[in-house]
């Protein structure tokens, strides 16, 4: 038996087109975050239906969890109305607390905390923002809950739509690859990423999709 999951980023929010650590920030999707998703939506369903050719079973989601963020929860109504589920939120998907560098443009950052900001970019799993929430801290909430949702589902397709810095501790931790390289991996705004739970170990099959 293979579980699918499709790892989703939100789509674009307001302000997207500046780089800002949004964070916590409860901010919505643009319109054009919206018009995103509804193509997420579609490819996802393409996905589902081809995967499912010759199996048993429904070809639809079973499942699609999403963080407590308004921007998750209204990416996961768009891709989740196609396939008659409603999304469960899921509060420790939420993106990381970048303390006091939420809301801030990365210029501005770099302009205010010159050194720490530096410092972080350089290894994130040993500094954090400014009184914000530290790498490992996130991994282990956001780890806890993952895993919790793969193993309710042992076959079948599912979704969970998150946030750039929760999708690159997951894909992180699901190829081995050290917390200091979480910005090695690119998370687009509807970013797909589609992993297989076969038996004995995860096979990621589409990264940044």
């Known amino acids: 038996m293979v579980t699918t ?23 919505p999707l643009s319109e054009n975050g919206i018009l995103q998703m509804e193509r997420v939506s579609e490819f996802v369903r393409a996905e589902v239906e081809r995967g499912a050719q010759g199996n048993p079973g429904p070809g639809r989601l079973a499942a699609v969890y999403c963080s407590d963020l308004s921007r998750a929860i209204k990416s996961a109504e768009i891709i989740a109305r196609r396939h008659c589920v409603k999304p469960v939120i899921v509060p420790s ?24 900001f530096a410092s972080w970019a350089g290894n994130p799993l040993k500094f954090s923002p400014i009184e914000g929430e530290s790498t ?19 076959d079948g397709h599912i979704a969970i739509v998150a946030h750039g810095g929760v999708n690159r501790i997951i894909v992180c931790e699901i190829l081995g690859v050290s917390l200091e390289n979480i ?11 589609i992993i297989e739970f076969h038996e004995a170990y995860p096979v990621v099959k589409l990264m940044n999709g």
């Not at 790892?7 to 949004?22: Q, S």
């Not at 990381?96 to 720490?116: H, L, Q």
């Not at 910005?183 to 990423?193: H, L, S």
């Open 136 to 154: 490992l801290t996130m991994k282990d909430r956001v780890m806890k809950s993952f895993e919790e949702i793969v193993r309710n589902h042992s």
């Open 183 to 193: 910005f090695r991996i690119e998370q687009d705004y509807g970013a797909v990423n």
């Open 93 to 116: 998907l939420r993106e990381r607390n970048f303390g006091r560098w939420e809301g801030m443009s990365f210029d501005e950052i770099r302009a205010k905390y010159p050194e720490e």
């Open 5 to 27: 999951l499709y790892l989703i980023r939100h789509g674009e929010t307001e302000g997207g087109e500046v780089r800002r650590y949004k964070g916590t920030i409860d901010v």
